[in-house]
């Protein structure tokens, strides 16, 4: 809060200072535009003294010329009259001849409204001043000898006066007289022609030294230009006459203030020659043309910076939530980084204490078989925990760097839900957890896609659900196929739903962000890294599927993942069997009806029974009648008498030899032995994939198909040889131990050099496959490929070879099949996969 | 029904009101063009005329745009006729003087270019100005509208009065009795005033109230006394007599008086001296007083307050002589003559015409004479002492005669009897 005010304050005061600059820039420039424009005006004034004065001289002259000429030729007024009556050219100019003793004479014009009225006196009060003193009609040619401006007797107009003596003859004596040259004030205003458009409203004025008006201007006041200037504006007594002086004694300008209170400048400038005249000019400050102030500047300036500060405010302010909520959120991201570690670093050494505690104990316990083998299973699955641990780690890592790539491939749908079915029913049993799988419509068997990342997909799905489940609760899969809109593809749902903990909202929230977990003391007992969900979610983007999740706490939860999956170009022939009557028994209505379906799209006629005493009176019925049926398929759990009670019944009680096959959606390994015993001829997993029965059928009526396999036969492996590239001594040691328990024979090579060398130089069919780690010295197991590919012995160069090496990711893995090789196996190794590789690699050998 | 009456009620209230507020201020309404443009001049003799410069620049608050402006024409009355005369530029308003335009041929031609002023179409408020002042021809005509009005009077520094304790007089009694108060306190001359020239001096002020008074209570007397009957001379006995016992009783020292060389700025500056306790003065020469308190070193170091009383030339008190001073006449032939007369509406009322009369310190010719406190005397003499020389129908030479024979009674050059015995013929 404090800083945003700071920044604020500061934004301001640089708003401040701009505006102070622009304001004094502004008032700068218009003070020196006004002084420019001050100076202009006097010098305006100082012209148009200088036209006056020529105007003045001029007049001057004409009478100058007038009395040289009457002096010369020593005439009478009468004469004198006559002779300027004739030299005039203007037509408002005018003269008057007054004897200097009396003050009266003629006119060269008659009175107005009269014609023969030419007499003129200036011995009347008003005029009296006029020529009562004529000290200031100097001789002939010195000066412009011009009067104040007066009425005209003779035609009452305000007029001016060039004067000089001149010499009359009256009574035959040379009389001195004084002529007047007169000429209306208008004529004289006339030349005053101010720049219009610069000085439309200025004005002119003459004075005298006394400061009286010669000639006033209209906005001029009282008698006098000094009483003007006192009337409104204040100026003490004993600086006026020294202002009033300089007024009338140089030129210069000033300001004052006029009788409408406005500011004005005036200028002044001394007539050179007429007496001591001086011309004033004025004109209201406001009327010059400066650029006062340029208020367009500042006001768009203050606008410009206003509109800035706000625009910096609200942006800042968007950028510092943002910067706020992305602090947060790595705020968030760091506390649940150090969470994670902190997590990691608990749930790392918890089966690393497991592991290490263990093989301390076994190491002094060597000769207890029994505690050896207890220690090695928990080892064990320690191991695999911690190996989880570290895949979802780095598929996080990998997600989050944005590295993470989908490897499509054709695979079994079956084969998947088989691998989920296994890896999860270790922990369904230790749970006790009523599990059911249901599938619907499975008409796909082979698809395409990342099988790996599917599998991660589901197993995280139905791992959290097993493990958030209290033992004793349920978990229910709902696989189901349906069409796809997008072409190619089909549309399979998968549901995971438990009667586990259940969520908060506010958990489910942020679920899928990485690192989380709930905060429950429940979850805290379960081993968990909070990766699962945030790579589900990543992986279902990944593949442009849809994830939906529904909650409540203490209920459950349900998990639905939809995906488009393109279907495999190849699928498996037409599965038809015989026509058969079958008997299902099962207390599942839904695997009842899902799996009624399916035989009988193989061809099969089935009927259902619901529990295993209704199962047992349709058998026994069928026996009575003589139509028994071709096969019998009882589910292990159910509520009254289990499967395997239900078939020790049918063999004991109705001794039929009816084949009868045992489902169930657990493992067979507790029960298998039991149920041998009672009389089974088979056993069957959920879910009932078609293939599945058809295989399974098709097996117990010894009927040949192309895809049995032989479960847990190993017979064809012994005897195989295999080239095993690998640096490590112990990880040699390991697999070849491995592989050895399988009757399978290993060589080593320490490189990849080695590994050519050695299969370059083998004999064909020395080496069933060659496994190859890729991070080697000298030669790596990628250039090792390469150059085995390249040999020329086509055995050789066709040798099959697999990765078996530490870099597990997609990109390892695609690298190595462009290479040339034909699997991978990432290390740690599951040596069940590295059998069914071999298995695999052997059955492509034979065809 | 009750609504309709409140809202008939708030009506009248409103008008009521509206009246109520109306007073004196009449209100200017433009009936032209604001954006006209022209010019207007007035002409006269006043070398300046602030005041109607001041009213020149409220005037274009309303016409901005029309050029204003006043001029003296030299040898005013010789000329005005000259002036009026023009082909082109000649005055919209000029002076005029009803003591001498209303008749005479010197001023025929000034007489024609007279516009009636009456003229109801030219809506001009002429009831606000006091009816005494204003000259009606046969049929009601008035030609003439005064601006300011003059009296007679004398200044008086209330400050010595109230220095010396001495009452402001109010009666002849207590005028003489005042007179002499102050002469005992050592002033030489209670009472001055101009008396180089008969023009404007000191004893015609005094007599012709007085004069004046006499012939209004006779109407045979006021013919005799226009026809310069030598009978009339008997008339200005009385006004004669109070210059004469003034000067006799010492109230007014004429040598004294003789030293002060104008009748106009040396009259008021000698009573700004501060020691004269009364200045026989016209009003027009009270004018001048504002404007010269800033002149006046003696009255800037010392100010004091004054006022202007009518001389108590009675037992009753003074006269109030209300003649006009300054009247404006409008050109009727000049050019602009809407404008004009927009100009004469403008100014004919009593908030102008009292601004005018402050600036100028003359007698307002407006009803409202309270307004200015120099003055506020005159507005308390009563009608039976307050007298309109042209409304009665003076004429000049009537005027001309008590002024010389006051003026010469006062200086001692004929005795009351003589001056009396020479009227009609006195020069």
């Known amino acids: ?847 | 029904m009750k609504k309709l009456f409140r809202f008939a009620a708030a009506l009248m209230m409103t008008s009521l009101l509206a009246s109520c507020g109306g007073d004196d201020k009449e209100e200017f309404k433009p009936s032209l063009d604001p954006e006209t443009k022209c010019d207007i001049r007035v002409v006269g003799d006043y070398s300046n005329f602030e005041a109607l410069e001041a009213e020149f620049d409220k005037f274009n608050e309303f016409y901005p745009k029309v050029t204003l402006s006043y001029q003296k024409i030299d040898d005013y009355t010789n000329n005005l006729g000259t002036a009026l005369s023009k082909e082109s530029d000649a005055p919209n308003i000029f002076f005029s003087y009803a003591s001498c335009m209303a008749g005479g041929d010197k001023y025929e031609s000034a007489r024609a270019h007279m516009e009636d002023l009456s003229d109801p179409s030219l809506k001009l408020n002429l009831d606000c100005i006091r009816s005494g002042l204003l000259n009606h021809g046969d049929s009601g005509e008035v030609y003439m509208v005064p601006v300011f009005s003059r009296t007679y009077g004398t200044m008086v520094n209330l400050d010595l009065f109230k220095k010396e304790n001495i009452e402001i007089p109010a009666t002849w009694n207590e005028l003489l009795a005042a007179c002499q108060s102050f002469l005992d306190k050592g002033y030489e001359s209670p009472m001055m005033g101009y008396s180089a020239k008969d023009s404007s001096c000191l004893m015609n002020t005094i007599a012709y109230p007085a004069f004046v008074a006499e012939l209004a209570k006779k109407p045979e007397a006021l013919a005799k006394a226009n026809n310069l009957d030598p009978e009339a001379g008997e008339y200005m006995r009385g006004a004669l007599t109070k210059v004469k016992d003034l000067v006799d009783s010492g109230a007014i020292d004429i040598d004294k008086c003789n030293l002060i060389s104008d009748n106009y700025t040396q009259v008021i500056l000698r009573f700004f001296e501060g020691d004269v306790p009364m200045m026989i003065a016209a009003a027009d020469t009270v004018s001048g007083t504002k404007k010269r308190e800033s002149q006046s070193t003696a009255f800037s170091e010392s100010p004091f307050e004054y006022t202007y009383i009518p001389i108590p030339l009675t037992d009753q008190g003074g006269y109030f002589i209300d003649s006009p001073s300054v009247e404006f006449s409008v050109n009727k032939d000049c050019e602009n003559l809407d404008m004009t007369n927009e100009f004469m509406r403008f100014l004919v009322r009593t908030e102008e015409l009292n601004a005018m009369a402050s600036i100028k310190r003359l007698v307002t010719p407006t009803k409202k004479l309270s307004f200015d406190p120099v003055y506020a005397a005159f507005g308390e003499i009563p009608a039976e002492r307050t007298f309109s020389p042209e409304g009665l129908g003076v004429k000049d030479p009537l005027a001309k005669q008590i002024r010389l024979a006051s003026f010469k009674v006062g200086k001692g050059t004929l005795t009351v009897d003589e001056a009396v015995s020479m009227y009609g013929s006195l020069e």
């Open chain 1, 1 to 847: 809060m404090k800083k945003r005010l700071w920044v604020s304050i500061i934004n301001i005061l640089i708003m401040s200072s701009m505006l102070a600059f622009v304001v004094l820039y502004s008032t700068f420039e218009s003070r020196k535009g006004t002084r420019t424009q001050i100076e202009h005006f006097k010098n305006t004034t100082i012209t148009m003294e200088r036209v006056t004065e020529n105007y003045l001289e001029g007049e001057q002259r004409i009478c100058d010329v007038w009395t040289h000429y009457i002096n010369t030729k020593e005439m009478t007024m009468e004469e004198a009259v006559s002779f300027i009556r004739v030299s005039h050219v203007l037509a408002e100019a005018s003269a008057h001849i007054v004897y200097a003793d009396t003050r009266v004479g003629l006119s060269t014009k008659a009175k107005l409204g009269t014609t023969d009225d030419y007499a003129v006196s200036y011995n009347t009060a008003d005029l009296q001043d006029l020529l009562n003193d004529t000290s200031w009609i100097s001789p002939i040619g010195t000066s412009i000898n011009v009067s104040r401006a007066y009425t005209n007797p003779i035609n009452g107009k305000q007029s001016i006066a060039f004067c000089n003596f001149v010499t009359l003859q009256k009574d035959d004596q040379p009389t001195q007289a004084i002529l007047l040259r007169l000429l209306p004030v208008s004529e004289l205003i006339s030349t005053w022609v101010f720049p219009k458009e610069e000085y439309e409203s200025a004005e002119l004025s003459i004075i005298d030294a006394d400061g009286d008006y010669i000639i006033k201007g209209a906005s001029f006041k009282n008698a006098s230009f000094f009483e003007f200037y006192r009337s409104y504006n204040a100026i003490d007594a004993a600086s006026a006459p020294e202002f009033f002086e300089k007024i009338t004694t140089t030129a210069g300008s000033f300001t004052m203030l006029n009788s409408h209170n406005q500011e004005c400048i005036v200028a002044h400038k001394p007539f050179d020659a007429a007496g001591r005249w001086t011309l004033i000019s004025l004109m209201p400050m406001a009327d010059l043309a400066t650029n006062s102030q340029n208020w367009l500047l500042i006001s768009v300036t203050t606008s410009g910076l206003l509109l800035l500060f706000i625009f910096d405010l609200v942006v800042m302010r968007y950028f510092n939530k943002k910067l706020q909520a992305a602090a947060k959120v790595a705020e968030s991201a760091s506390q649940a980084k150090t969470d994670f570690l902190s997590t990691m670093s608990h749930d790392i050494r918890t089966p690393m204490n497991a592991i290490i505690g263990l093989t301390t104990i076994t190491e002094k316990n060597l000769g207890d078989q029994k505690l050896v083998a207890e220690n090695l299973r928990k080892i064990n699955l320690a191991s695999n925990h911690l190996l989880t641990l570290i895949n979802d780690i780095l598929d996080i890592s990998k997600i989050e760097s944005g590295k993470l790539n989908l490897t499509p491939q054709n695979f079994s749908i079956v084969a998947t839900v088989e691998n989920l079915m296994n890896l999860s029913q270790p922990t369904i049993k230790e749970k006790n957890i009523d599990f059911s799988f249901h599938i619907s419509r499975m008409d796909k068997e082979y698809l395409y896609a990342d099988q790996l990342r599917l599998n991660q997909i589901y197993i995280n799905l139905l791992s959290n659900a097993i493990k958030y489940t209290e033992p004793e609760g349920k978990v229910c899969i709902d696989m189901k196929e349906e069409e796809s809109e997008k072409e190619g593809c089909v549309k399979l749902t998968f549901k995971v739903s438990d009667t586990g903990i259940g969520m908060s909202p506010e958990f489910m929230a942020n679920m899928y962000q990485p690192f989380s977990r709930q905060t429950d003391s429940r979850v805290n007992k379960i081993q968990g890294t909070g990766l699962g969900l945030a790579i589900t979610k990543q992986m279902v983007d990944l593949m442009q599927g849809t994830i939906d999740c529904e909650s409540e706490q203490g209920k459950g939860t349900t998990f639905t993942v939809v995906l488009d999956i393109p279907v495999a170009d190849q699928q498996r022939a037409e599965m038809k069997l015989e026509a058969m009557e079958v008997l299902i028994i099962d207390d599942d209505e839904i695997l009842l009806e899902t799996a009624v379906d399916t035989m009988k799209s193989l061809g099969l006629s089935v009927e259902q029974a619901t529990s295993g005493l209704e199962g047992l009176g349709m058998i026994r019925h069928r026996e009575e009648t003589g139509k028994n049926y071709d096969i019998v398929i009882i589910d292990l759990k159910m509520p009254d008498i289990d499967g395997i009670e239900t078939i020790r019944r049918i063999r004991s009680e109705i001794k039929t030899k009816v084949p009868i096959l045992l489902i169930s959606a657990y493992s067979w390994s507790d029960v298998e032995d039991q149920a041998k015993d009672a009389g089974v001829n088979g056993f069957l997993s959920k879910p009932l994939f078609r293939s599945t029965l058809y295989d399974k059928i098709s097996e117990i009526l010894e009927t040949e198909t192309e895809s049995a396999e032989i479960e847990n036969d190993y017979s064809d492996l012994e005897g195989m040889n295999i080239l095993v590239a690998e640096d490590n001594d112990i990880n040699w040691e390991i697999i070849s131990a491995l592989l050895s328990m399988y009757g399978i024979t290993t060589e080593r090579a320490e490189n990849g050099r080695i590994a050519l060398e050695k299969v370059k130089e083998a004999e064909k069919g020395k080496y069933a496959l060659v496994f190859m780690d890729i991070q080697m010295p000298e030669m790596n197991g990628l250039d090792a490929t390469r150059a085995i590919r390249a040999l020329e012995d086509p055995w050789a160069s066709s040798i099959p070879i697999v990765a078996m090496t530490a870099d597990a990711f997609a990109e390892n893995v695609t690298e190595c099949l462009q290479a040339g090789m034909n699997g991978h196996i990432a290390k740690p190794i599951d040596i069940k996969l590295v059998i069914k590789v071999i298995q695999k690699i052997k059955e492509e050998s034979k065809q």
